[in-house]
């Protein structure tokens, strides 16, 4: 089946400690997104990657990292920075072509610190 | 920066009612996209739109991208209890230029449906 996956579904952490949430995707998208989600809220932009080996910060960067050393991985690391990093992450691919320029999401890990 | 409003932000509704919801912007969007979100689950995408004046269906679900491009809103006809769901709006100035495909969402409107 071709489609994004997140790993874990569900981590908690204890504050002061980094975790990295993992998401693959096999759709072949160069792009990808790392979103946060807060309840009653909409999705804010965490970083992007446009093509391998090259992420920019979304608006809300601070107190988290990333890598995209292969086109179907996107790791985001939540750092001890982050001062309230309990939330519902979201990862996103996007496909762009003649007619169409959208985004597919993951199903989200829910991050909870301790 | 750019700011979507989504209105409403929860509607209670009997099955088989219509549902309405729309969301506007400060700014102009190229592309605007409407999703559902299942509690704990990723959003799923319903509906793209990317002409301003566009009128698109999907089954029972209709949108339309509004003529200033500031604007976008969802029809649900005939709802069913499976509706129950957060639906957000989304606008992207599209690609290409320094959009990068950011999203820019609204807030969210929570549906409930009464069987």
């Known amino acids: 089946d071709g489609g994004i996956t997140q790993s874990p579904k569900y981590l908690f952490r204890k504050e002061g400690q980094n975790v990295t949430l993992s998401c693959e995707q096999n759709l072949n998208h160069d792009a990808m997104y790392w979103y946060r989600q807060d309840p009653g809220q909409g999705l804010r932009l965490i970083y992007y990657?446009?093509?391998?080996?090259?992420?920019q910060k979304g608006d809300i960067a601070e107190g988290y990292s990333v890598s995209r050393e292969k086109k179907e991985s996107f790791p985001l690391t939540v750092t001890s920075a982050q001062k309230n990093p309990t939330a519902f992450y979201l990862c996103a691919s996007r496909v762009t072509g003649r007619s169409t320029d959208t985004q597919y999401f993951g199903p989200g890990t829910r991050l909870t610190v301790l | 920066g750019q700011q979507l409003n989504q209105s409403p932000q929860s509607m209670f509704i009997q099955e088989g009612e219509d549902v309405s919801m729309n969301c506007t912007s400060s700014?102009?969007?190229?592309?605007w996209l409407w999703y559902k979100q299942d509690p704990g689950e990723g959003p799923v995408l319903l509906i793209a739109l990317y002409k301003a004046g566009e009128l698109t269906s999907n089954g029972r679900l209709t949108a339309q991208f509004g003529i200033t491009r500031k604007d976008s809103f969802l029809n649900i006809s005939a709802s069913i209890p499976s509706d129950v769901g957060i639906y957000f709006c989304?606008?992207?100035?599209?690609?290409?230029?320094?959009?990068?495909?950011?999203?820019?969402f609204g807030q969210g409107t929570i549906l409930t449906v009464h069987p």
């Open positions: 989304a606008g992207q100035l599209g690609a290409g230029g320094t959009s990068y495909g950011k999203l820019t």
């Open positions: 700014s102009i969007f190229n592309t």
């Open positions: 990657s446009q093509i391998v080996n090259d992420f």
